[in-house]
């Protein structure tokens, strides 16, 4: 049974959900405040953590950057009402996998959980044993290891399984939507926003150190992966 943590400080939302992951089957601990967010990390150890970014003492930003520094595994879901952009991609770049904004339904918050959990417990996105090895890139799905020109790339989960499911089909375009299901186990797409902030941060891990450009971006549609010498970089159009 997954053990859910859920940082909420208001208090009808926090029973609300709680209530609903219950019924749902899961474990829930909660938190009304990132101070004591941390501590429950510690010992409750979640498999998912459900975390509001406005929040008295800490915000959900530096909870959410202090638990990647040591857990870059544990699912991770920003619930808030801040609903700009900024505040999404700074959220994403947080260490959040995905972004939902308050009001929401149950139903799909529900469908979020259980989504990010599969992913987690399967540990990859595709049944990829072999080695791939293209440019200076090379990925060991069975091992979760990559190396860029010789050296260890850090990357979180999801950007792991995002780069296995762009390179097992490389050549190819993998739109929005079958990244959606292949890395986030959704059957609707999540924002474009929340895929393309994980793209820039895995382009920024494989590409920055490399002599090769990998994911080039096909407009309106989504992202093909092959290797490109630095430079020569084709952005194509739909």
Known sequence: MANILVVEDDPIIRQTVEYALRRAGFEVS????????????????????????????RDGYSIAQEVRQTDKDVAMIMVTALDQERDKIRGLDAGADDYMTK?????????????????????????????????????????????????????????????????????????????????????FLPTSRTIDVHIRRLRQAIEEPSAFDYIHTVHGMGYRFEATPEGETEVLSS
């Open 30 to 57: 909660s938190s009304e405040n990132g101070t004591q967010a941390l501590d429950l990390l510690h010992t409750s150890k979640p498999d998912l953590i459900l975390l509001d970014l406005m929040l008295p003492g």
């Open 103 to 187: 009001p929401f339904s149950m139903e799909e918050l529900l469908a979020r959980v259980r989504a990010n959990l599969r992913r987690v417990r399967q540990r990859e996105v595709l049944r990829v044993d072999d080695t791939i090895e293209v440019g200076d890139l090379v990925i060991e799905p069975s091992q979760e290891r990559v190396t860029v020109a010789g050296a260890s790339a850090k990357l979180r989960l999801k950007e792991f399984q995002l780069l296995v499911a762009l390179a097992s089909n490389a050549g190819s375009l993998m739109t929005r939507q079958a990244l959606a299901e292949q890395v986030w186990g959704y059957e």
